[in-house]
């Protein structure tokens, strides 16, 4: 069972003008995904997501000639060779870094696609788990900058459907996150989890002034308050109130996470599976943060293969925190690419799928249909 062809499909979806969502990134004006298709000599086929890193077309070159080339011939069984011969040539020196760590996680997906699909066996069995439920909060593009009212009824609607936490988007200014906070707690009641995500858009004094805020909400975390390269301004606001602070979804690898940890300032940690090098990179990074007792809440992309993967994922380690859900109004790489990734209990929990590998089949004639659209996808 060799390596005889990879490819990449790097596809987008334009958001129409009132379907678009201000986040503390910008304003969404389309959204792109990287899939990845790994085919083998006796047959089977794999397919992962590479996070498209907002720059799909040089995360799917990267894939298609750098990787392609180093991993051609090799066992597609040999998880571990294949991400260590990856590491040697691209991540350890004079590669490409992030994108280099992106593009692995989607190839690394694939194979642990081909592995279930050549066992026959769910994914989460694969990785020593147990089908189980999974507590999920609404996330995705959702939830963003608008009236209090609004957001309020946005929030909850999304209770109605069986959400039991959902996750607020902040970072705009200190006084209207802290408006649209205290609107969206009110409104809901104390039963209803509420978590927040400012995407990097805080200063120091924004993260100050909002902290006494969420701590008397309840808020149950601040997610990515700065740059996650910023590691001074997480160690000074751990320290502004009780609130704990997430992030991992722009780290990459175990280096990454290992800092991370021993730093003590963020005790959430988010990894996403088609960014931090795939679903054996992401074992090691549970692994490790288990040793500090932290629990992993991984971040989710957009299609419903990373969706699906995030589920066996949880299903599988013995640290595992919420599913992220998309409740995108609008995500057709979730509803129309693939088969359905995920469906949500009335007690708000998901299941990892039950189908081999990771249980879910792709639409080619969608790719085709949905060519890379050039620029960026926040103004």
């Not at 499909?9 to 995904?33: C, E, H, M, N, W």
């Not at 722009?250 to 990454?256: F, K, L």
């Not at 931090?276 to 490790?288: V, W």
Request: glycine share 10%.
């Amino acid at each position: 069972m060799r390596i005889a062809d990879v490819q990449a499909f790097p596809i987008s979806f334009p958001y129409p003008a009132d379907g678009q969502v201000a986040l503390g990134i910008g304003r969404t004006v389309k959204r792109d995904a990287v899939l990845v298709k790994v085919t083998t000599d006796d047959g089977l086929v794999g397919w992962g997501e590479a996070h498209a890193g907002r720059s799909p077309g040089a995360i799917a070159r990267i894939v298609e000639t750098t990787l392609k080339a180093l991993v051609a011939g090799m066992d597609a069984a040999d998880v571990s060779g294949v991400g260590q011969r990856i590491y040697r040539m691209q991540l350890a020196s004079h590669g490409m870094g992030a994108g280099a760590a992106m593009a692995m996680s989607g190839l690394d997906m694939a194979l642990w696609d081909i592995r279930g699909k050549a066992t026959g066996w769910p994914l989460y069995r694969l990785l020593g788990g147990a089908s189980r439920p999974i507590p999920a909060y609404a996330g995705g593009i959702s939830l963003g900058f608008q009236a209090p009212g609004a957001l309020v009824e946005e929030a909850a609607q999304m209770v109605a459907r069986g959400y039991n936490a959902l996750k607020l988007r902040i970072g705009d200014t200190a006084a209207r996150d802290a408006e649209r906070v205290a609107a969206v707690r009110r409104g809901l009641g104390a039963d209803i989890a509420i978590l927040t995500d400012a995407n990097t858009a805080y200063t120091l004094a924004d993260a100050r002034a909002v902290m006494p805020v969420l701590d008397a909400h309840a808020v149950a975390w601040l997610e990515e308050p700065f740059p996650a390269h910023d590691h001074r301004s997480y160690a000074e606001a751990r320290r502004f109130g009780n609130v704990p602070l997430a992030a991992g979804e722009n780290h990459y690898t175990r280096y990454d996470f290992a800092r991370l940890v021993e730093d003590r300032s963020i005790t959430i940690l988010q990894p996403d599976l088609s960014k931090c090098g795939g679903i054996t990179e992401a074992l090691r990074i549970a692994g490790l943060a288990s040793a500090w007792r932290l629990p992993i809440h991984p971040h989710t992309s957009v299609t419903g293969l990373n969706i699906a993967a995030s589920i066996h994922f949880l299903a599988a380690i013995e640290n595992g925190g919420y599913f992220e859900a998309d409740a995108s109004k609008l995500n057709p790489f979730r509803d129309q690419l693939c088969s359905a990734a995920f469906t949500l209990e009335v007690d708000g929990t998901v299941r990892p799928l039950e189908g081999p590998g990771l249980g879910v089949e792709i639409d080619e004639d969608f790719l085709a249909a949905h060519p890379l659209i050039d620029g960026p996808g926040y103004v």
